[in-house]
């Protein structure tokens, strides 16, 4: 009655292992997705994260360091108990907001129950000394020490950058796949420039690890780690003693002020004003800083010196007179009468030649003497004539590294605007406009535009005579000479013309800049007023010194600061003196800087008018 | 008590041989999932201290005592086991009653009788206990499957140590006896019953899977209707096919009750976690999928003896009891598993081999239980590594660690070498 029972259930049981078999080869042969898991659970890749190269200023003085800080990681599955109140106290957080971040962490792409996830991120050595204490009480929680940028000194801050966690836009735009999330990454000025020497190559270890995250050595001997390499040191050229002066005297001022040694074009100083305190975009309050930051009014994360493009007034008179000089369209002995019918002047002696015109920077003779670089009947149709002087006049200005980006090895750097035929025509129309549209110009106004560090460019220049190195900031790296090509720039322009504008402008100090003087210092300058339809005019200065043997070449700038001798002449000339001296004798001049009110009601009133006192010294 | 002595001539050495291939294969695996490569632990590390000795030592000394127990089984005249069947048993569901108020709890469970630092788990003896008193019930002259009050009377027999164990907190132990019912189906017992539990268990099983049971109703209906026009149209058919179909959606709409009221939380998520071990992996699926990672990791022919990491760092849980499977997966991949498959597939046939040229209904009876108690744990412990049944905490018959298993299931076999070494000696009573 039996029959087949006994086979009916071998049937049974061979038909079990048979799909055990089969069920084994499909997770163990076919399905390759339980090895990688089995390795994100055994294997922990524990990132090395490198040092970054520090930067130093010209004299070894240390600038922007690393210091340690701390990231909480998290693996939610190893939570075996938690004590949420005793969590919040110790990680000072409310309730709320850790339950917040557990509900974030949930929402992150990345997220895995079994991976470390960042909880918090960027400790502070001092919350890590608190959390320290506590960590072992909360299973599933690490920390893992990284590295923040900290600062010396606030001044620079434009210059250096800062550097900040990869965006996600930055991550995918990232074509080398050398960055990953969380990594640091340059993100203006000098640590932008220079973040692949800055930032290094980023370890790899492999470790393998039991259930509790407990190590248990290497892969394979550490056959597969890799050590991180620690980014390069940078010297840079800044003088950081001068620069920290530099921005004591543009406190509560906007502009900028460029120091060079003309010599090499090494950048000494580079204030931009406003500026920030740079250890504001470090560490965990980065976001809220860099929101407040970059909503500032006053944009201080704007790199003036660089970026910021302004007519350069009276000081481009200096150009001017070389190219005509050149052309020989005037000579040294070339009168004009100072006629303000077109462009406003001051009382000085009438009519000047032309060593008198930049000595009291006369508007009309320049006025004057433009129009006859422009016009020099190359052509009889006077528009035509026009477009060819301005086209030739243009292509001596851009010799003195005006109207494009001298190539600073910085982000971000303008160029400027040096208009020429093509920009009028098409303002104005082809032939539709000639010399008497275009005579701002000859005064450092109108459509022309320059930044601070090609200001102090044209300074180094003039102490040059004739050539400029491309200004940089980098002096070397891991104490090897930066290769940045140092290139010398020739103006095409005759030595013996350079002599005759720098006696002009040591004159010059005397004529309209008498606070730049430097006792037994001979200093060479030229001041500006740029006209401002928005608001007070800005007050420009540019000079070098000493006249002999120049060591600094330099450029400030200050916004609506009114008239060039005052703010601007100022200012330089105690950096001059700081640097050249190393101490300030005019304690005065400092604190007629400092107190910044260059806008009185008597500038105001006589703005345009020479100060009694000036009419006096000329005598 | 001459046969007695010279039984080696009788003795079915390829069972041996088989028996002593799975317990030394399982030795070598206890060693590799408790292999720690910084703590010095070599394969024969000894101390006297037992509590201080590593889980392949305990079983080695196990393993020992185990050849003291066989030898005993094989002096004990074969007819003590069939006398005193029902005296044994009878014993042992008094133990069983004792456990849970004396016994002490180890794992949550208290299953375990102590005797100084070595305890012993009563549970695991019932089922050989239990397979010699139904193979003696079965055996009783007499015996007709077919009488009804015959099979109430072995439906209690297994029920009895089912339910105790059950109080124990033990449900994989206690379920093992559900599986004396193939025993009985091959002793003559209707297969309608045995198909009928099959096919509530698969509804039960299909009940959960689907998550909206409307469509579960819906497709009954509709068979309900296909069946019911397709045939002839007789008032008693359809009365039957209705009937069976309310008794089906009593089924699927029991499952959700049952899931909710009958079983535990952790019983209740171990059968969630069958039917999806993705849903939560680090909660009740935790355990499935570490062990399907562990196996799965090993590939074809393995990561190679002592070098699995999933098992060696303790991500599979249990890994020398329960879990020993997922060792064999890892470091010795697809060819291992076959091997060990193969040889417990070899056993179950051997054994039911013995079981057949048996010359009374009782050996064979309690050959078969025997085969199907092997089965029950073999195809559930495997079944739960590779994620096939939920996980129910049984182990692997001579691989898993543990001196009660080990010996229980020695005594479970070699009693029937015994028999079958005797076989020759008993009146055909078939």
């Known amino acids: 009655m039996n029959e087949g029972r006994k086979e009916i259930i071998q049937i049974v049981f061979i038909g079990i292992g048979i799909i055990f078999l089969i069920k084994l080869f499909f997770i163990q042969v076919l399905d390759r997705r339980y090895a990688q898991l089995a390795n994100s659970n055994a294997i922990l890749k524990e990132t090395e994260y490198p040092f970054r190269g520090l930067i130093y200023d010209r004299n070894e003085k240390l600038l922007v360091y690393n210091s340690p800080e701390y990231d909480l990681y998290v693996i939610k599955k190893e939570i075996l108990r938690f004590d949420s109140a005793k969590f919040c106290k110790v990680f000072s957080m409310t309730r709320e907001e850790l339950q917040g971040k557990f509900k974030e962490l949930k929402t992150r792409k990345e997220y895995s129950p079994v991976k470390q996830t960042v909880f918090l991120r960027q400790l502070s050595t001092i919350d890590f000394a608190r959390i320290q204490e506590h960590i072992d009480e909360f299973p599933g929680f690490y920390i893992q020490p990284r590295t923040t940028r900290a600062y010396t000194t606030k001044a620079l801050a434009n210059a ?102 003309p010599a090499t074009g090494e950048i000494l100083a580079m204030v931009s004003g406003p500026s920030y305190d740079p250890t504001l975009l470090t560490g965990r309050k980065f976001s809220s800083n860099f929101m407040l930051v970059s909503s500032d009014t006053t944009k201080p994360l704007f790199t003036r010196p660089l970026m910021a493009m302004y007519p350069p007034g009276s000081i481009f008179k200096i150009v001017q007179t070389l190219i005509g000089l050149q052309e020989g369209v005037f000579n040294y002995d070339t009168r004009f009468a100072c006629d303000k019918t077109l462009v406003n002047c001051h009382n000085h002696p009438n009519p000047a030649n032309l060593f008198g015109a930049i000595q009291y920077s006369c508007n009309p003779y320049f006025q004057q003497a433009f129009r006859r670089i422009i016009n020099q009947n190359k052509s009889p149709n006077t528009f035509t004539d026009s477009s060819i002087g301005l086209d030739n006049w243009r292509e001596y200005v851009k010799r003195f590294g005006l109207g494009s980006p001298l190539g600073v090895d910085l982000p971000s750097e303008k160029g400027g605007q040096m208009p020429g035929s093509k920009l009028y025509d098409r303002i104005y129309g082809e032939g539709r406009w000639k010399y008497s549209t275009i005579y701002s110009l000859s005064i450092g106004q109108g459509e022309m535009l320059i930044t601070p560090v090609q200001m102090a460019n044209m300074a180094a220049i003039m102490a040059n005579k004739g050539y400029y190195y491309t200004p940089h900031l980098v002096k070397s790296i891991a104490g090897e000479a930066s290769d940045r090509i140092k290139k010398r720039n020739e103006t095409g322009i005759d030595t013996a013309y350079f002599s005759f504008v720098r006696n002009a402008m040591s004159a010059a100090i005397y004529g309209t800049a008498p606070r730049a003087i430097i006792p037994g210092i001979n200093i060479c300058g030229k001041t500006g007023t740029a006209e401002n339809p928005q608001g007070n005019d800005h007050s420009v200065f540019m000079a070098f010194a000493p006249k002999e043997n120049p060591k600094i070449a330099i450029a400030v700038y200050v916004e609506n600061a009114g008239w060039g001798g005052r703010a601007a002449a100022s200012i330089a000339s105690l ?45 | 008590m001459r046969n007695e002595l010279n039984i080696s001539n009788k003795m079915d050495w390829i069972t041996v041989m088989i028996y002593l ?75 069983l009653v004792l456990v849970p108020f004396i016994g002490k709890e180890v794992g949550g469970n208290r299953a375990w009788l102590g005797i100084g630092s070595f305890g012993v788990q009563p549970s695991e003896f019932a089922k050989f206990v239990t397979a010699l008193a139904v193979a003696k019930f079965i055996g009783s002259v007499g015996f007709r499957m077919d009488n009804l009050r015959n099979q109430i009377i072995l439906l209690a027999m297994i029920s009895v140590p089912l339910m105790l164990i059950l109080l124990q907190k033990d449900t994989g132990t206690a379920l093992v006896f559900t599986v004396f019912t193939l025993v009985f189906f091959r002793e003559g017992m209707s297969p309608f019953l045995v198909i009928a539990g099959i096919v509530s268990a698969f509804i039960f099983v299909l009940a959960l899977l689907v998550e909206n049971e409307i469509y579960l109703y819906a497709g009954i209906g509709v068979l309900l209707l296909v069946t019911i026009f397709a045939g002839k149209k007789k008032l008693k058919r359809i009365a039957i096919l209705t009937a069976g179909a309310i008794v089906v ?79 064999i997966g890892e470091e010795q991949g697809w060819v291992g598993s076959l091997l060990v498959i193969s040889l417990f597939i070899a056993l179950l046939l051997r054994v039911i081999f013995i079981a057949e040229r048996q010359k009374n209904r009782f050996a064979r009876a309690y050959g078969y239980s025997v085969a199907c108690i092997f ?17 129910i905490g049984i182990p692997l018959p001579f691989f898993s660690y543990g001196g009660s298993s080990l010996w229980a299931f020695t005594i479970l076999l070699f009693i029937l070498l015994k028999l079958d070494g005797h076989r020759g000696q008993v009146l055909a009573r078939l």
């Open chain 2, 249 to 327: 959606v009593g089924i699927i709409g029991s499952v959700d009750y049952v899931i909710t009221n009958v079983l535990k939380p952790h019983q209740q998520n171990r059968v969630k976690a069958l039917i999806n071990p993705d849903s939560d992996p680090l909660g009740y699926g935790w355990n499935v999928t570490q062990s399907k990672i562990a196996i799965g990791s090993g590939g074809f022919i393995g990561k190679g003896f002592l070098n699995g990491t999933q098992t060696k760092f303790d991500f599979v849980p249990e890994q020398s009891t329960d879990f020993i499977f997922c060792t």
């Open chain 2, 375 to 391: 089965f029950f744990h073999f195809a559930v412990n495997i079944g739960m590594t590779i994620g096939l049944f939920p996980v």
């Open chain 1, 160 to 261: 250096v950058g800062y550097v900040s966690e990869i965006s996600k836009s930055q991550l995918e735009r990232d074509t080398t796949k050398i960055y990953r999330q969380r990594d640091y990454l340059g993100q203006s000025g000098i640590e932008s420039q220079y973040e692949n020497i800055l930032s290094g190559k980023r370890g790899m270890r492999f470790k393998l690890r039991n259930v509790d995250g407990v190590e248990k050595g290497s892969l394979e001997g550490g056959k597969y780690d890799t050590l991180s390499v620690p980014g390069k040191n940078i010297t840079t050229t800044i003088d950081i003693d001068l620069q920290q002066y530099g921005e004591l005297l543009f406190n509560g001022k906007v502009g900028s002020l460029v120091a060079l040694e």
């Open chain 2, 21 to 95: 291939a799975i317990m030394v294969l399982g030795w070598l695996n206890i060693y590799a999932a408790v292999f720690d490569p910084e703590a010095n632990n070599t394969l024969f590390h000894f101390t006297t201290d037992f509590s201080q000795m590593p889980l392949q030592m305990k079983q080695l000394m196990f393993m020992t005592a185990s050849l003291i127990i066989i030898l005993a089984i094989l002096i004990i005249d074969m007819r003590f086991y069939e006398t005193f069947a029902y005296i044994i048993f009878g014993a042992t569901m008094f133990l």
């Open chain 1, 575 to 619: 950096v001059i003196e700081k640097y050249l001296t190393g101490e300030i004798k005019r304690q005065t001049l400092e604190a007629y800087v400092l107190k910044g009110d260059f806008q009185d009601q008597v500038a105001r009133a006589i703005k345009n008018q020479p100060t009694p006192q000036l009419v006096n010294l000329q005598e």
